[in-house]
Antibody
């Protein structure tokens, strides 16, 4: 069974940093591009970033470019999202996804003083 | 960036109704269009990919059509478990983008 489990969310002050992780199992991790998608409270879905299976290509939404870095460790079947210079508008549930499906259950990031 | 526009933003329907949701792209995306269902407090679930292909395990009451810039999601006979928010997403080019969502409510 394919499983994705996010972790690392929490409360952080504006300007702070946080690193999200996504542990993958049940499939050949290195064969799939992976993405992060977020959802602010009461709002719709916003695609954040993606990375190729080998990790050599990365893509970002304009809203996070220069502040967020996506990476992966194929030996550990893990996906990461390093977030710096966090803003209140980054407050959201962050999901990792294998391509279009499936998605993890999400981890909540709250940026507030 | 490619903008995705869904209509309507919300709709009220009864059990057994046929429901259609429309998604328009700001430019042609071939058939690189997916549909998702999201229930409150849950992660989105992929229903359809490549505009009209059903994900494994998704009931056949869901169907998708379209290509280029105009797409539709149809639920043939609405059931209680189908009341949710539906999103379209283009994956033709990065950045991937979602429609704003369509909330399907009980009439």
């Amino acid at each position: 069974e394919v499983q994705l489990l996010e972790s690392g969310g929490g409360l952080v002050q504006p300007g702070g940093s946080l690193r999200l992780s996504c542990a993958a199992s049940g499939f050949t991790f290195s064969s799939y591009a992976m993405s992060w998608v977020r959802q602010a409270p009461g709002k719709g879905l916003e695609w954040v970033s993606a990375i190729s299976g080998s990790g050599d290509r990365t893509y970002y939404a304009d809203s996070v470019k220069g502040r967020f870095t996506i990476s992966r460790d194929n030996s550990e079947n893990a996906l990461y999202l390093q977030m710096i210079s966090l803003r209140a508008e980054d407050t959201a549930v962050y999901y990792c996804a294998r391509g279009l499906t499936p998605w993890g259950q999400g981890t909540t990031v709250t940026v507030s003083s | 960036d490619i903008q995705m526009t869904q209509s309507p933003s919300s709709l009220s329907a009864s059990v057994g109704d046929r429901v259609t949701i429309t998604c328009r792209a700001s430019q042609g995306i071939s058939n690189y269009l997916a549909w998702f269902q999201q229930k409150p407090g849950k992660a989105p679930k992929s229903l359809i990919y490549a505009a009209s292909s059903l994900q494994s395990g998704v009931p056949s009451k869901f169907s998708g059509s379209g290509s280029g810039a105009h797409f539709t999601l149809t639920i043939s006979s609405l059931q209680p478990e189908d009341f949710a928010t539906y999103y379209c997403q283009q994956y033709d080019s990065y950045p991937w983008t979602f429609g704003q969502g369509t909330k399907v409510e009980i009439k």
